[in-house]
């Protein structure tokens, strides 16, 4: 079991391009998530998705896009890079729902310049 | 808006220290609270509460949740270098997961 991958660990962007967050769970999880983490913050939910074909927004969605056509699969598209948008971007998944414990990726860290 | 409040910020302590941390939230509809610790990347699973007074307990490391005043503690006893970290709580309430800042805890020998 490999858990919870993300594709890249590190990009550099400059303002205005766009770029895909790769995510993937082999866990069979329903329940999947995007957070981004500031320095000295907590994390913050971008989006979330509850099963294949069904996304819905977090506390900070704007800027991001995201699909879930399979249930391994959660990517985080950002259109119009804004350097607003460095961060850490974490992928978690759970099982059945919010309440259960979620495992994350190891992160990528994004610099928009 | 549903918020989770962590204390300290910042912690320094030496080992064989036994330390409690601090989380208190205001959320809607809470369902469970959980604890996450993290060293240089993601963040790991320590506990997941849902109950009051029951008290949850790994190692060196312990977690209660009291419903009625809507926060829990952390406690570590006997810390170690190995424990330096930020611990992470976190509230699932309804569609929503909501993080608190953190407290970074240092251990030094």
């Known amino acids: 079991n490999a858990g919870v991958t993300q594709t890249p660990k590190f990009r550099i962007l400059k303002i205005g391009q766009s770029m895909t967050l790769q995510c993937t769970q082999d866990?069979?999880?329903?329940?999947m998530y995007w957070y981004r983490q500031d320095p000295g913050m907590g994390l913050k939910l971008i989006y979330y998705s509850v099963g294949a074909g069904i996304t819905d927004k977090g506390e900070v969605p704007n800027g991001y896009n995201v699909s879930r056509s399979t249930t391994e699969d959660f990517p985080l598209r950002l259109e119009l890079a804004a350097p607003s948008q460095t961060s850490v971007y974490f992928c978690a998944s759970s099982y059945l729902s919010f309440a259960d414990t979620q495992y994350f990726g190891p992160g990528t860290r994004l610099t928009v310049l | 808006e549903d918020k989770v409040v962590q204390s300290p910020l910042s912690l320094v302590v030496h080992e064989g220290d036994t330390v409690t941390l601090n989380c208190s939230y205001e959320v809607t509809n809470f369902r469970s609270l959980l604890w996450y610790k993290q060293e240089k990347k993601a963040p790991t699973f320590l506990f997941m509460l849902?109950?009051?007074?029951i008290e949850k307990k790994s190692g060196r490391l312990s977690s209660i949740l009291d419903k009625k005043e809507l926060f829990s503690i952390l406690n570590i006893t006997a810390t170690q270098t190995g424990d330096s970290a930020i611990y992470l709580c976190a509230v699932s309430a309804g569609q929503n997961f909501v993080f608190g800042p953190g407290t970074r805890l240092s251990v030094l020998p």
């Open positions: 849902t109950s009051s007074g």
């Open positions: 866990m069979n999880h329903n329940y």
